[in-house]
């Protein structure tokens, strides 16, 4: 698997470069909650920037002028949109202002998007619906367009008078899932959302004096995003129950250093996608309300390894893992190796598209277009929806 470049800098000793480590993989993390993919420039200016070479003007700077330069080559490539916001995502991470407030919350979006979406920092004036991968193809009910200020307000507010006095930490994580939940349903703006409000929610979590100062945001957005579709959507005749567990395993990890496993196989409704047995999860909760206050610091060293060995457990050789679907094809080698990488970066959890392919096989556009058709084909791979089209993950059922 290739070896993520911010890691080394996620353990240093030095308060500095540990904090900007920790906001650039964050910020280039989010992206996938779209499906997109930073460029390898953007990761190089972001080193330059963690180890004080240039300052977070200077790298947007250089990105502006990269773009002025480098303009996209075809429709549809958010490459560029993908690296600009997560240079300010970093940029608004490491500013130390923050208001609990409807304004703050619309002025993120708006520092995020400007120049990049005509609707940055301004609230949408029709109703929504998107499909997602985690309901099947079904839409949560999002706020209506006609009280989309009038619901902020009131939910910011709630948050606001709300005492966390007395409560113990696992009522504490209840409540911060539940609103968190309901800010993002309310989903103001017409597009990025869930990068907003993972800002404004990382922020807000600093002034309650929590540190989160780790790589749970980064590696596990497109779970934080399902998580919050699963916390807003009900269907009682398929039994079928809005829920914030999802959500609370994620800020455990995120706020308690706990390593409960994060798998968005879990919470597809239709469980074709569960390969593991859901009793993991149960067992995980309950023995979650026992304060176990030192498993972070048991774990600490060894939960990056074993998260890569789990993902890849279930199936590292993608002969074994896809017999019955590659046995009767006169695949070359060389796709079968291509498949193998693939395999191999995205495991069962990440989303990919053909930008991405031709990135981590280099190779051009037309025969990574030819390729996905083949996985599509004998349903190695299958479409993803709610994150743009040409959107796939690798199916394990």
Sequence with gaps: MERDPFKEYLRQSEPNIREKGYVWHTAIGLQAVDGLTPSKYLVETAIKNIEGRITIDQAQQL???????????????????????????????LEKAFSLTPTEYLSIHRK??????????????YNITKKEWVLDGATVLYGSATELQATLEYDISQEKKFSYKGLTINEMISHLAFFVARLWQIHIFAEGN??????????YLRTLGFDVKNDIFAENAWYFRNALVRANYNDLKAGVHET??????????????????????????????????????????????NEKQDIGAEKQDIGVEEQDI????????????????????SFSKKTLEHIQKLYDRF???KVFGRTEIVTELGITASPASELIRKLLEIQIIVPIQGMGKGKYVFYTH
């Design 112 to 125: 995020l998007f400007q120049g990049i979406y005509r609707h940055a920092g301004k609230m949408r004036d």
């Design 310 to 329: 789990a993902e890849r457990e279930h199936g590292n050789n993608i002969l074994e893992l896809y017999d019955s679907k590659l046995k009767n094809r």
């Design 244 to 289: 914030t567990e999802y959500l609370e395993l994620f800020l455990r990890n995120l706020l308690l250093n706990e390593t409960n496993p994060l798998h968005n196989r879990f919470m597809h409704i239709s469980g074709a996608f569960d390969n593991f047995s859901k009793q993991d999860i149960g067992a995980r909760k309950r023995d979650i309300e």
């Design 194 to 203: 869930t990068r907003t409000t993972a800002v404004f929610f990382i922020k």
């Design 63 to 93: 990105l502006e002028r990269y773009y002025e330069e480098s303009p996209k080559q075809e429709n549809g490539d958010r490459t560029e949109e993908a690296d600009k916001v997560s240079a300010r995502i970093a940029k608004i991470l």
């Design 347 to 349: 495991g069962a959890e």
